[in-house]
C-alpha cells in the first residue's frame, strides 16, 4: 500500500525555516511521506506551505507537540523513520515577557516526541538507525565579547529563557542517545534571514515599520552583533546533517557574517530607498534610515554570537552559498511585493 520509502515528522513546519525546509525538502526527495505537526501558533502560517500542500506526500497535522496522546498517536499509525525537531517557541523578547511557553513547548514538546520515538523504535529493534534531529541555536553558548567563535566544544551557557529552554532540549536529545542509545544529531545554526519570517523579528520589522512610515526600533547601541546566514543555505545543512552526519554529534551551522544590528538596519534601509521610492517621497523622508530609533537595550542582550560551521565543512562538505548583500535584497524584494499586494499605497 505505501510505496513511499520513508515518513519523515516535521514538526514546527509552518514556521519560517520549517517552512522553507519541507517546501526544499519536498521537491529534492519526491518520494518521502511528510507528515508536518504544527500548533499554528502567532508564528506558524499555512500560508507559507501553499506550494506543497496538495501534494499526496504532505499530511499537515495541527496539533501541539507536547500533546502525548497525539505524537504516540502518530508513532501507531505511520511509521515514522526520522524526525526534525524544528517546533517551538522561538522570539527572545517573548521568552523575556513570559518564559512559560517556552519551557512547554521547548522543553517538554522535545521531550514528549523524544519518549514516543524511543517506544516506538525500541520496539521495532530501530533504535540506533532512524534518526531524531533537534534543530537549535547558536544562542545556546551565550554571548562573546569582540574576540573567538563558538565552536561544538564550548560550554553551554544560555542567558535568556529561550537560549535556556533551547538548551534544556539539547540535554535531553543527548540524553536519549547515551541513556537508550537514540540515533540523536544536533545542528546550532545561527541567524537566519529570508522569506516567510514572521514580522515580529528584526529584518520583518525594519521592513513593515519602514514602509508603514513608524520608527523603526533598534535595540540599544545598535552594536550587537549577530551571524547572518540565509534561511536556504540552512535547509541544505539540514539536510546533510540529516542524512549523513554522525550519530550523537553536533554540528555547528553559520554564514560567517557578521554584523551589527545597526548595520543590517541601515543596508535594509538603503534597498528600500531604491525599491519603495514612491513610499519614501510620500513619507517626506530622504531616507528610511531617518526612522532608525534607539530604544532602551534588551534586558541581558547578548552581546556578539559567532559561529564555527569548519566542523559541518570538513565533515559533509556543506558550505554558505548565498552571497549577503544579494540575499538581502531578495529578502527585502519579496517583503516588498508582498507588502504591495496587501497594501493600498504604493
Ligand atoms: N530563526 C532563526 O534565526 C533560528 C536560528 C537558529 C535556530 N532556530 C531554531 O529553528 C527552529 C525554527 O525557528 P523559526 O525561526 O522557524 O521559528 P518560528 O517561530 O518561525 O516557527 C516555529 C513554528 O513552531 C510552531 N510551534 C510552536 N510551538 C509548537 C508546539 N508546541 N507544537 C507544535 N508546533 C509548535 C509554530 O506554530 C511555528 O510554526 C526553532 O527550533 C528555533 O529555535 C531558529
Known amino acids: 500500500m505505501n510505496k513511499l520509502k520513508h515518513t519523515i515528522l516535521i514538526t514546527g513546519g509552518a514556521g519560517f525555516i520549517g517552512s522553507n525546509f519541507i517546501t526544499y525538502f519536498m521537491k529534492k526527495y519526491p518520494n518521502r511521506r ?6 499554528l501558533t502567532y508564528a506558524g502560517k499555512a500560508d507559507n506551505l ?5 501534494l499526496e506526500n504532505y499530511h499537515f497535522i495541527h496539533g501541539d507537540i507536547t500533546d502525548s496522546k497525539l505524537v504516540n498517536q502518530l508513532f ?3 511509521d515514522i523513520t526520522g524526525i526534525i525537531n524544528f517546533a517551538a517557541e522561538s522570539h527572545v523578547d517573548r521568552s523575556i515577557n513570559d518564559a512559560k511557553a517556552f519551557g512547554q513547548s521547548n522543553i517538554l514538546g522535545t521531550l514528549t516526541l523524544l519518549q514516543a520515538a524511543q517506544l516506538d523504535w525500541d520496539k521495532k529493534g530501530e533504535l540506533s538507525n532512524r534518526r531524531f534531529h533537534q534543530i537549535s541555536t547558536d544562542e545556546v ?22 537560549s535556556a529552554s533551547k538548551a534544556s532540549a539539547n540535554l535531553l536529545a543527548k540524553s536519549f542517545g547515551y541513556t537508550y542509545g537514540m540515533n540523536v544529531v544536533i545542528s546550532s545554526s545561527s541567524n537566519n ?34 551571524d547572518w546566514l540565509y534561511v536556504m543555505d540552512h535547509c541544505k545543512a ?43 517621497s510620500a513619507l517626506s523622508i530622504d531616507s528610511f534610515k531617518d526612522l532608525i530609533t534607539f530604544t532602551e537595550d534588551r534586558k541581558g ?23 549577503f548583500t544579494e540575499g538581502l535584497r531578495k529578502t527585502v524584494e519579496g517583503y516588498v511585493q508582498k507588502w504591495k499586494q496587501t497594501s493600498l499605497i504604493h
Open 50 to 54: 501553499t506550494e506543497v500542500e496538495n
Open 238 to 280: 539540514i539536510d546533510l546533517i540529516f542524512h549523513y552526519g554522525q550519530t550523537q554529534a553536533t554540528y555547528n551551522v553559520g554564514g560567517s557574517n557578521e554584523k551589527t544590528n545597526i548595520e543590517i538596519a541601515a543596508q535594509v534601509c538603503e534597498i528600500l530607498d531604491e525599491l519603495a521610492f514612491s513610499r519614501r
Open 193 to 226: 534571514y529570508g522569506p516567510k519570517q514572521n514580522e515580529e523579528k528584526l529584518i520583518p520589522t525594519i521592513i513593515s515599520n519602514a514602509l508603514a512610515g513608524k520608527s523603526i526600533p533598534i535595540y540599544g547601541d545598535g552594536k550587537n552583533i549577530r
Open 34 to 39: 511528510i507528515l508536518n505537526i504544527d500548533k
Open 301 to 323: 542582550h547578548d552581546r556578539r554570537y559567532a559561529v564555527d560551521a569548519s566542523k559541518l565543512t570538513n565533515e559533509l562538505g556543506w558550505k554558505p552559498t548565498e552571497d
Open 76 to 78: 501507531r499509525e505511520h
Open 141 to 162: 553558548y551565550g554571548s562573546l565579547d569582540s574576540e573567538g567563535v563558538f565552536s561544538e566544544e564550548t560550554p553551554y551557557d544560555p542567558r535568556n529563557p529561550y
